[in-house]
């Protein structure tokens, strides 16, 4: 009897589940997806429209011998190379430090109160503005040196990469299954074999996505590169001099009445978003990557 009634259920079910909605539910469904639609666009207006004016005005004055010239010289070529270096710099400072910390979080100090305590320190960093950051990094690294460098900028840089490569880590590291632990330390494998070589290098991709996040962060930032490595019209003289960078040449060029100067602006914008869209490309691809494994 009980499987009598469970079969006639269960064709009741299949009928309610093949008939087609009724119109209030297919207006509703028409209604919802409208409105979807449309704040999704509201939101991508401002983007796009901001995106379209740099277009509009800075691709008409870039040109190939740019890449090559000083600011000086109408060009932004020692602007691009600073940014590498200290962006470069600041990944040196970070990536280890910020690996390091994220794996001790996730691996060998869930219960430990230090561990919390820096957990805690790492997302409150996230949030500090980067105003703050330049400041710290001018108190530290400018007054002692008595000058402004790429140091003081890659230093400034690598505060705000870490709390970033930190949670990332960690947060990469809790993704990967207990079952492939358990599996290493039943074939004898010890604490720190397992997760040198089983749990970090599966969630490689994960920790490779954080910190190329943290790298096209770091890459836009102006306040901290104000304080720290200031900025030069010609190339740098050395790691240890001021340096000139995108974000620092657009903020300082902006309000320039020289013409020339005024359409740099724009042409640069242009550049420093390719740059930073690159990273972003390449941090969804191995998002893609890690996806299909």
Known sequence: MSGYIQSKTDESLAKELCSPLSTERVIFTYAMNAIAFGLTGLALIPLLSILWEIIIRGISGLKSEMFVKTVIDNGFGNAILGTI??????????????????????????????????????????GVPSIVVGVFAYGVIVLVTKGFSAIAGGFALAVIMLPVIILTTEESLKLIPTSQRLASAALGGTHFQTTSRIVVTAAIPGITTGILLAVARA???????????????????????????????????????????????????????????????LSRLVISQRKLK
């Open 85 to 126: 270096v200290m962006v470069l710099v600041g990944a040196i400072l970070s990536i280890p430090t910020g690996i390091m910390t994220g794996i001790f979080l996730a691996e060998f100090g869930q219960t430990n109160s230090i561990a919390s305590f820096v957990r805690f320190i790492s997302s409150i960093l996230t």
């Open 219 to 281: 890459a836009g930032e102006t306040a901290p590169l104000i304080f720290t490595a200031l900025f030069s019209l010609d190339w740098s003289e050395g790691l240890l001099s001021p340096t000139a960078s995108l974000p620092v040449l657009i903020f300082n060029l902006y309000n320039d009445p020289d013409p020339e100067k005024g359409q740099l602006v724009w042409t640069t914008s242009i550049v420093l978003l390719s740059l930073i869209l690159c990273v972003s490309i």
